[in-house]
């Protein structure tokens, strides 16, 4: 029997909840967002914000030369999970089964529910109203037999979008689906198809499992059952988050130590925008992370440390020094303060 995986996505979340409780912003481009004098990045805007290019992730500097007039939010991050809580409430009355996966995002496995007779496309539509309803913000739902599918699908009709991929129709709508839309399929697996002339799931269809292994080693058979619309990978109720990284695997090697300082920034971006999305948990420390040419890895850890550009290039080069080969991937990320950690911080003497 197939699943039912939704896959709900609050639309432009924190700019959401800005133009909620101001409807004056609501007309003219906003972000949330780091200055740009702190080399901050943009966490979420609106849409006539995009309309100027600028997305999230996006250094506040660039944005702000795209759009001079651009309204400008640090962001109130209680306000934004206290509307983040009251959506999960909302999921869990359909089912115990939601997995978040940030502040404004979650997977729900509905494939038991009884309510709206069963029906998923039902029960996706009652979850927007009532989050509107409710909450005042517009989420994008998808739903799909798998979660890879049901996360395409909320994206498909964003904003306030509605898609549903059942199960008679996961063989057409994968064929024409392009492989960058595949789940782990980074700019450099995208590079590489692409010089394989593979562009569409029905290209990568084509290729033999064998094939993609030599190519690909694990990452190969993934591709193959991805290109078929197959995705076992079940919804996890929620569990603690450790850590927040972002990493980068090169096209071709970096061949030496300052080629790796020039990687550092973006990724420190990439780093803060999740952050960003995780509402700016408390770090306990950074780490670094360094695959070389060998795979070999290296992994190095600072206590206490905060998660700013300097701090990384210190740590990088220690780590860096352990082998001082051609790198083949750069990581960096923060140590979060676990809840375990917080309530013994919290308890009197
Ligand atoms: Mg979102």
Redesign the pocket.
Known sequence: MSRKILHA?????YAAVEMRDNPALREVPLAIGGSAEGRGVIA?CNYPARAYGIHSAMPTARALRLCPHLTLLRGDFDRYREASRQISAIFHELTPLVEPL?L??AFLDVTEVTRFSGSATWMARWLKEECLKRVGITV?VGAAPSKFLAKIASDWE?PDGLTVISPSQVDDFVRQLPVTKLHGVGPATAKRLQALDIDTCSDLQTMPLERLLQEFGKFGRRLFELARGIDDRPVRIERERKSVSAETTFASDLPELALCYAELAPLCERLDARLA?HGHPPVAGIFVKVRFDDFSLTTLDSRGGLPDLENFAALMEQAWARRARPVRLLGVGVRLVTDDARRQLSLPF
Request: charge should be negative.
């Open positions: 996505d609050c639309d432009c979340f979420t940030s404004d995002e994008s964003k999305r």
